[in-house]
């Protein structure tokens, strides 16, 4: 345990034998049947105060212990019934306490079992002292026990309401973290399997004629760079995974890729190759749209090229566009001639998240994303919305279409 773990627990514990000792302090001068009930209400008072599990034994199973010594108690007591309603107001308390952290804390499968001891332990408790009176018997254990039924409940439905609670927080983080594996894994789906493409790709065209030296060194400097590229995305995602702190270096030191890299992205997938990429950012936003939108943006036109490189052989030409549009908007194209041989479809099978996962993050920021065939080939297309740009009063031609939504 770290120190301040151990502080806390050394703490509890100290307060939970202290109480302990209190309660049974009265039974010095009490006669020795006393010493029954306050060594039952002591421990109940311990109970519920201690840091479970113990060692080897759980909350579940001390609770259970204490239930059934408290009946057992309430069975064989031989004092009169002046001292079982002394300490009936400090054991009392404690059961209702210690069922309100059972209903809590106490696992799904021993829950329903410990509580109803717990409960019962706390309503038949009254009875120590009714059936050793002089008065009505029955009446009075009629009327004491169903006046101990509402402070049950109420300590009952305490328990229960911070058992939800905790059961949400659970449920809450059990989501943050699924969010962030599909986050890393959509990012080395997007920009390391990216890098791989490109350099399995290189490698197979490289086995269709021979290369001279001057050519292999050309070829080995592209899948080093390629590699080294997948390294860097790799080695951020390891950074994500450690970053337990949450303090935001790692928001800091991560790459955020923008709209503007796009003219880098689309050289670096046409050089070395026949296949002809064009970007052309002319009608884009003069200003930046957000980082998330950016990098939306930004891994959309990845996918497209990755998909491009692993299905569309027969492509030549390939066309990026980012304009401004009504809405105010930003359309992110994405267009091929790879005619029907190279047609993709947004729900593949196997390939990791691809356009499935981007259209998910797409539709987050209010936006859509499409993709089918064209007259010459493919098309992707993407419109994010972008509060705060000025919307164009013309356009300088025609929207980009995949021909289908």
Known sequence: MRTGTVSTWRNTHLLAAL?????????????????????????ATAVPLIRWPLRRVSLAHAAAGTAALSLLVDVVYPGPAGLALFWMFFEMPALLLLLGRVIRSVPDRLVVVTATACAAAALLL???????????????????????????????????????????????????????RLRVAADLHDFVAHEVTGIVLEAQAAQWEPLDAEQARTLLARIEAAGLRALDSMDHTV????????????????????LADLPELVNRFSSGSSLRAVADLADGPEATIGAEREA?????????????????????????????????????????????????????????????????????????LSAGRTETGWCVRCVIPAPGLIEPKHTSGPSVSPGIA
Not at 20 to 35: E, K, N, Q, S, T
Not at 350 to 363: F, I, W
Request: charged letters at 20%; a positive charge.
């Open 296 to 368: 939306v943006g930004y891994a959309v036109v990845l996918e497209a090229l990755t998909n491009v490189r692993r299905h569309a052989y027969r492509a030549t030409e390939v066309q990026v566009r980012v304009r401004t549009v009504p809405g105010p908007a930003v359309e992110i194209g994405v267009t091929d001639n790879g005619r029907t041989a190279g047609a993709l479809t947004v729900r593949r099978v196997g390939g990791g998240t691809g356009l499935v996962g981007l259209e998910e993050r797409v539709r987050a920021l209010g936006g859509e």
């Open 126 to 180: 009254p009875l120590r002292f009714t059936l050793r009176d002089d008065g009505p018997v029955l009446e009075l254990s009629i009327i004491t026990v169903a006046l101990t039924m509402f402070p049950v409940v109420v300590a009952a439905g305490i328990g229960g309401y911070l058992r939800s609670l905790d059961m949400r927080r659970v449920r809450a983080v059990n989501e943050a973290r699924r969010e962030q």
């Open 19 to 43: 109480l302990a000792f209190l309660v049974l302090c009265p039974a010095f001068i009490a006669p020795l049947p006393g010493w029954v009930v306050a060594g039952t209400a002591a421990l």
């Open 239 to 258: 950074q994500t995974l450690r970053d337990v702190g949450g303090d935001g270096d790692r928001a800091a030191s991560a790459r955020v890729y923008r």
